[in-house]
């Protein structure tokens, strides 16, 4: 993760995309071992993606029904490829690209192309940072892990319209931390077979803490503005987190998804590249936040197991 992130300061990736590169190396870490193939075909795939929902915005703009109608489809489709834990990247790749790409894009159609492009390219450095961090650092054989479908709380329409609520939401209102607040609510809707209150607690957990971890970078980045500094603090608090998920344990949910809030937050408010971070962090803090606690409700409210619970106690 501090590679990727690293790497896409260094190079200029994009300052609003640069979060995409540490989330894309979290999540391919915390994945299930995948061959080098499939990884080199993520990049492609999200300019492909890019391009696809530019195309789309760009021609049902004017049709507001039309374009909702295609992002529910788009949106269940990938919840349900989320049950596949080997397929959860592509997964997380189809629900960002089309609930914050389209809000950005109905404003100016202009970007489209350079944001496909700098995607692209925040991918790669992720997928380049895994590998090698991997050639770098070979691991212990790791545990055998269970590619049985996961059983999230929602079905994958429920969570596909609660995006779809969001996505309009954030377009109507234009807040000023859009990505942050929609990722965290994809997030929290692509539960990993827990209950919702446990999902609850973990990403209510993971926001306190990556957002913790984000403000101690920019704190120790304050104090030597440099590409090193950001690489050594990044690298220092995102071992501690990672180090935690490894353990495995009841958990190991909540470290993982702190260092997903990590990624976000250092991406998209902590920046060698913004002279206002401390006020973009907060605000990023409070999206993230925000997006959680409406992941929450929504779980709350049509987790058939809460519902159960309702209707026995009415």
Same mark, same amino acid.
Request: charged share 10%.
């Given at each position: 993760?501090?590679?990727?992130?690293? #790497?896409?300061?260094?190079?200029?990736?994009?300052?609003?995309?640069?979060?995409?590169?540490?989330?894309?190396?979290?999540?391919?870490?915390?994945?299930?071992?995948?061959?080098?193939?499939?990884?080199?075909?993520?990049?492609?795939?999200?300019?492909?993606?890019?391009?696809?929902?530019?195309?789309?915005?760009?021609?049902?703009?004017?049709?507001?029904?039309?374009?909702?109608?295609?992002?529910?489809?788009?949106?269940?489709?990938?919840?349900?490829?989320?049950?596949?834990?080997?397929?959860?990247?592509?997964?997380?790749?189809?629900?960002?690209?089309?609930?914050?790409?389209?809000?950005?894009?109905?404003?100016?159609?202009?970007?489209?192309?350079?944001?496909?492009?700098?995607?692209?390219?925040?991918?790669?450095?992720?997928?380049?940072?895994?590998?090698?961090?991997?050639?770098?650092?070979?691991?212990?054989?790791?545990?055998?892990?269970?590619?049985?479908?996961?059983?999230?709380?929602?079905?994958?329409?429920?969570?596909?319209?609660?995006?779809?609520?969001?996505?309009?939401?954030?377009?109507?209102?234009?807040?000023?931390?859009?990505?942050?607040?929609?990722?965290?609510?994809?997030?929290?809707?692509?539960?990993?077979?827990? #209950?919702?209150?446990?999902?609850?607690?973990?990403?209510f957990g993971a926001a306190l803490i990556g957002g913790g971890?984000?403000?101690?970078?920019?704190?120790?980045?304050?104090?030597?503005?440099?590409?090193?500094?950001?690489?050594?603090?990044?690298?220092?608090?995102?071992?501690?987190?990672?180090?935690?998920?490894?353990?495995?344990?009841?958990?190991?949910?909540?470290?993982?998804?702190?260092?997903?809030?990590?990624?976000?937050?250092?991406?998209?408010?902590?920046?060698?590249?913004?002279?206002?971070?401390?006020?973009?962090?907060?605000?990023?803090?409070?999206?993230?936040?925000? @997006?959680?606690?409406? #992941?929450?409700?929504?779980?709350?409210?049509?987790?058939?197991?809460?519902? @159960?619970?309702?209707?026995?106690?009415?």
């Open positions: 993760m501090a590679i990727a992130f690293a #790497g896409a300061e260094a190079s200029h990736a994009s300052a609003e995309l640069s979060f995409m590169a540490p989330l894309a190396a979290a999540a391919i870490a915390s994945a299930p071992p995948a061959r080098i193939a499939a990884l080199l075909v993520l990049p492609p795939l999200a300019w492909a993606l890019a391009i696809a929902a530019g195309f789309a915005t760009q021609w049902l703009h004017g049709l507001p029904l039309a374009l909702a109608v295609l992002q529910f489809a788009v949106f269940r489709f990938g919840f349900a490829l989320a049950r596949d834990p080997r397929r959860g990247v592509p997964s997380v790749l189809v629900l960002i690209v089309f609930s914050v790409l389209p809000v950005v894009l109905v404003r100016a159609e202009e970007l489209a192309t350079d944001l496909a492009w700098w995607l692209c390219v925040n991918i790669a450095i992720g997928v380049g940072a895994v590998m090698a961090a991997r050639t770098l650092l070979p691991e212990p054989p790791a545990a055998p892990r269970s590619h049985a479908p996961r059983l999230a709380p929602v079905s994958p329409g429920i969570a596909a319209a609660a995006l779809l609520v969001a996505v309009v939401l954030a377009a109507w209102m234009n807040p000023p931390a859009k990505g942050a607040l929609l990722i965290s609510v994809l997030l929290s809707l692509r539960a990993d077979g827990a #209950g919702p209150d446990a999902v609850a607690y973990a990403r971890a984000a403000w101690l970078a920019w704190e120790l980045l304050g104090l030597a503005p440099s590409l090193p500094v950001l690489f050594a603090t990044t690298l220092l608090l995102a071992w501690a987190m990672a180090r935690r998920f490894a353990r495995g344990g009841p958990e190991a949910t909540m470290w993982l998804k702190s260092l997903n809030a990590f990624s976000i937050l250092l991406g998209e408010g902590t920046s060698l590249l913004f002279e206002n971070t401390e006020e973009r962090l907060g605000i990023r803090i409070a999206g993230v936040t925000i @997006g959680l606690a409406y #992941g929450a409700v929504v779980l709350w409210l049509f987790s058939p197991r809460e519902a @159960g619970l309702r209707r026995a106690a009415a």
